[in-house]
């Protein structure tokens, strides 16, 4: 699997942007880029996922590096709710087809701590 | 929308026992997954279930078994419990054959093991 590379935990103060790096140097063309965060007592949850072009939604937006070799999640404006473990993870599509989709690899990811 | 759920959502065993989790996919979906959470540390991945069988499976030994109904729901069996299997242990639902396909988590199932 390819790996990322993440900080092991941020600091942020509230209601200011935030920008979570991650480094996918072994990136293949297959591999999309997907971000999820787990809050306190949740399991994970879905954020944001790309391939090549930035991304935006309603919770965040996706840069990613012209050589896809690194990434950045950013919330625009942090709230206290944004504090969380970040997991940056290569899904590889290669092998999608009618039956399943490809496992999720998790790291430890980038802690979040949202100053008030 | 329920979206996932995991029943239950707390468990003590005793070391040797067997434990059976369960989980219903979100509404739609067809694709289970099993994660192992230790704490401190990211889910790891079990199992994944489509179509009733067992199509994917990460590094975890023949105690780990499960099950998919043809309602898309899912059982995880662990047999002979050791202290080491004390983790959060997360089900997540998607629609298999996606390209998008983002997973679906339950707020997972702890077990304890004593």
């Known amino acids: 699997d390819a790996k990322t590379t993440q900080p092991n935990s941020m600091e942020s103060n509230e209601e200011e942007p935030v920008h979570l790096p991650c480094n996918h140097s072994?990136?293949?063309?297959?591999?999309?880029i997907h971000w999820y965060r787990q809050l306190p007592s949740q399991g994970p949850e879905y954020v944001i996922h790309?391939?090549?072009s930035n991304v935006n939604n309603r919770m965040a937006s996706l840069a990613i590096a012209e050589d896809r070799k690194s990434s950045t999640l950013i919330l625009h404006r942090a709230t206290l709710r944004d504090a969380a473990v970040y997991y940056c993870?290569?899904?590889?599509?290669?092998?999608?087809?009618?039956?399943?989709?490809?496992?999720?690899?998790f790291g430890t990811g980038t802690r979040l701590t949202i100053i008030p | 929308d329920a979206g996932v759920t995991q029943s239950p959502t707390h468990l003590i065993k005793t070391r040797g026992q067997q434990v059976t989790l369960r989980c219903s996919p979100k509404?739609?979906?067809?694709?289970v997954s099993w994660y192992q959470q230790a704490l401190g540390q990211g889910p790891q991945f079990i199992f994944q279930?489509?179509?009733?069988?067992?199509?994917q499976r990460g590094n975890f030994p023949d105690r780990f078994s499960g099950h998919q109904f043809p309602n898309y729901s899912s059982e995880l069996n662990v047999n002979a419990l050791l202290l080491g299997d004390s983790a959060l242990y997360l089900c997540?639902?998607?629609?298999?054959?996606?390209?998008?396909?983002?997973?679906?988590f339950g707020q997972g199932t702890r077990l304890t093991v004593v």
């Open positions: 997540a639902s998607s629609l298999a054959g996606t390209l998008r396909a983002e997973a679906f």
């Open positions: 072994t990136i293949s063309g297959t591999d999309y």
């Open positions: 790309g391939l090549t």
């Open positions: 993870i290569l899904r590889d599509v290669s092998g999608i087809s009618n039956f399943g989709n490809e496992k999720l690899t």
């Open positions: 509404s739609g979906h067809d694709t």
């Open positions: 279930y489509y179509e009733e069988e067992e199509r």
